[in-house]
């Protein structure tokens, strides 16, 4: 079987210098899993580090109602490290 190979072009600094990569399929699937697995781990940090201000500008507030619902909504989600 004959591997298929693409060819990307990477721009870089303003001198405009080009380079060429040529990826197996492989490659390929393992630089976008790992683009993938990237931006999932950001999402959650960045909706764990929201979480986790509404839940402290709750307590701070001192409003309980507030925080009893964050609780029952995200409490299996929210853990403090």
Known sequence: MKHL????????????KY???KLTRDQ???IQLQATLF??????????RRI???VNQALIE????????LRST???Y????
């Open 78 to 81: 929210y853990c403090n490290e």
């Open 52 to 54: 986790g201000e509404l």
């Open 5 to 16: 190979r693409r060819e990307f072009t990477v721009t870089t600094n303003k001198q405009h």
């Open 62 to 69: 001192g409003n309980k109602i507030r925080f009893q619902e």
């Open 74 to 76: 995200y409490g299996e």
């Open 19 to 21: 380079f060429s990569y």
């Open 39 to 48: 931006l999932d781990e950001q999402c959650f940090l960045f909706n764990k």
């Open 28 to 30: 390929e699937y393992s």
